[in-house]
């Protein structure tokens, strides 16, 4: 069984904390939209049976469901929903009770190359649009979008579930992006105002009906302000994988791991890097997971020559789960998604399994698993 930690970074100065009523639901679910099952005509050409639900939870999928996930083909993948409330369009059944289950496979005409990361896990792009979740946008997700609202440049036979964010009133966070720059290093106040301005006037005519937020000079003034928070500094995370860069280069073999553990620890202490911090959990992750599944690995993407641009790419994906983790503390009833089709991303923010997301004061906290996904052999007596 997966072990836990609790960890607590120095809170986001940036972004003002949203008061909550104390609605929020459970951290592993989110609300969705209504689901109607209707029944294959039979041969003897009886009514079909439906079954419809008006209000449900839906368990975000887990680390299985996204190995097993073929981007190129058509999504089919076990539902699961929770305090179900029958509506009134059920036909020719005897079901009873105000909060109901179920359990079922959905086979979609739709395939998809995003994830949508939320609390718990994930979910594909779309299926959070009746609580009008904020979508924070990286650079490959936008591109997605680019590619796939635009059917001369779409790809493969099938739709995409990314194409759901068409819907009207989708609320599109563009930060991500704008934080990132496409330099390979942090970028500087004009390139950030390019950026939204070069972004802005293709979202807003491949996604018309979306509602950008923060929009205008508010977003390139955030996106300011976010690149000069220490909370969202990666000086540190730069310095330290450049110096453990060195044991990544290939596989460790067995023999080797705890004494490559302790090189990087080392060097943690040295450039004063949290042991929490995702970079180090990267690190830790990629010389314990083996070759053929190592997400961590693939998102260090370590090279001969691995530079300065190369840590700062790599850090950029990371800085985007921790500014998810600092969003759903802070706005516990907006349900914050992080969209990417970065498989490897998605893989390793589902692997951690972080809840708890809680501010008090100026700390952020949340939990973490020691999973066997990302942490084999290890548990939590090696983060104490």
């Known amino acids: 069984m997966d072990s836990e930690v609790s960890f607590a970074y120095e809170g986001v100065s940036s972004i003002e904390r949203m008061p909550t009523d104390g609605s929020e639901r459970s951290p592993k679910m989110l609300s969705s939209s209504q689901f109607k099952f209707v029944e294959e005509v039979s ?18 999928f887990g680390y299985d469901d996204l190995i097993k996930l073929n981007p190129r083909k058509p999504l089919t993948i076990p539902v699961r929903l929770r305090s179900a409330v029958l509506g009134d369009q059920c036909q020719r059944i005897d079901i009873t009770g105000e909060k109901l289950s179920a359990d079922f496979e959905l086979e979609s005409h739709f395939s998809t190359k995003s994830y949508a990361l ?8 779309g299926l959070t649009t009746r609580t009008n979740p904020t979508y924070l946008l990286d650079r490959c997700a936008y591109n997605d979008i680019r590619s796939s609202c635009a059917s001369s440049d779409r790809v493969g036979p099938y739709a995409d579930f990314i194409e759901y964010l068409q819907h009207p009133q989708t609320k599109i966070n563009l930060l991500p992006i704008l934080l990132e720059g496409n330099q390979g290093r942090k970028p500087t106040d004009l390139e950030v105002l390019q950026q939204y301005n070069e972004v802005l006037s293709n979202i807003t005519l491949l996604l018309p009906d979306a509602e950008l937020c923060p929009s205008g ?15 969202l500094d990666t000086t540190r995370e730069q310095k330290f994988l450049l110096d453990v860069a060195k044991f990544l280069k290939s596989p460790v073999a067995r023999r080797r791991k705890p004494e490559i553990l302790d090189q990087i620890k080392l060097s943690a202490s040295l450039q004063g890097v949290d042991r929490f911090s995702f970079a180090f959990l990267a690190a830790v992750s990629a010389v314990l997971c083996s070759q053929s599944r190592n997400p961590a690995m693939r998102i260090l993407k370590v090279t001969p020559t691995y530079s300065e641009t190369d ?9 985007s789960l921790k500014m998810l983790c600092a969003l759903s503390a802070l706005f516990p009833g907006e349900s914050p998604v992080f969209c990417t089709s970065d498989k490897n991303l998605a893989l390793f923010w589902v692997g ?3 809840r708890d997301f809680k501010y008090a004061g100026k700390e952020l906290s949340m939990t973490f698993s020691v999973s066997e996904e990302l942490f084999p052999g290890i548990d939590r007596s090696f983060f104490e």
């Open 217 to 231: 000079s508010m977003a390139v003034q955030a996106a300011k302000n976010l690149l000069r928070d220490p909370f």
């Open 43 to 60: 041969d003897d050409e009886a009514p079909p049976r439906v079954v419809h639900f008006k209000d449900f939870d839906i368990e975000p």
């Open 352 to 354: 951690l399994g972080l």
């Open 311 to 319: 840590t700062y790419n790599a850090l950029a994906d990371l800085t």
């Open 118 to 125: 939320v609390k718990g896990g994930w979910f594909p792009p």
